[in-house]
C-alpha cells in the first residue's frame, strides 16, 4: 500500500519559515520523482517545485529564491524548506511522487501565512 504522509505545515507571520515533510512508503523512492503542489479555495492544484531522482530541481517562479526542495534517500522523505513567507503562499501543499509503479497523492497539509 502506497502511503505519502505530509507534516510541517501551520500558522506562520509573513516573513517567516516552515518545512513540510513527506515520508513516502510503498514506492521505490529512490526512482521516483517528488514534487510539492498548492491548491487554495477554487483554484487549480500548481506546481511549487519538483526534484527528480538524481536530484534535479525545478520551482514556480513564484516561489525561487525562497523555498528549497530537497530528499533523503534513506529516510524515504522529500522535504520542501519555505523561508521568507508570505500571505500569498497560504494554502494547502500536497506531496506527489512519480515513478514506473505510478503517480501518488498526499493527503495535503494547510500552510497559513498571516500578514
Known amino acids: 500500500q502506497v502511503q505519502l504522509v505530509e507534516s510541517g505545515g501551520g500558522l506562520v507571520q509573513a516573513g517567516g519559515s516552515l518545512r513540510l515533510s513527506c515520508a513516502a512508503s510503498?514506492?521505490?523512492?529512490?526512482?521516483?520523482?517528488m514534487a510539492w503542489y498548492r491548491q487554495t479555495p477554487g483554484q487549480q492544484r500548481e506546481l511549487v517545485a519538483r526534484?527528480?531522482?538524481?536530484?534535479?530541481?525545478n520551482y514556480a517562479d513564484a516561489v525561487k529564491g525562497r523555498f528549497t526542495i530537497s530528499r533523503d534517500n534513506a529516510q524515504n522523505t522529500a522535504y520542501l524548506q519555505m523561508n521568507s513567507l508570505k500571505a500569498e503562499d497560504t494554502a494547502v501543499y500536497y506531496c506527489?511522487?512519480?515513478?514506473?509503479?505510478?503517480?501518488?497523492w498526499g493527503q495535503g497539509t494547510q500552510v497559513t501565512v498571516s500578514s
Open positions: 510503498g514506492i521505490n523512492f529512490r526512482s521516483a520523482a
Open positions: 506527489y511522487s512519480l515513478s514506473f509503479s505510478g503517480s501518488y
Open positions: 526534484i527528480t531522482s538524481g536530484g534535479v530541481t
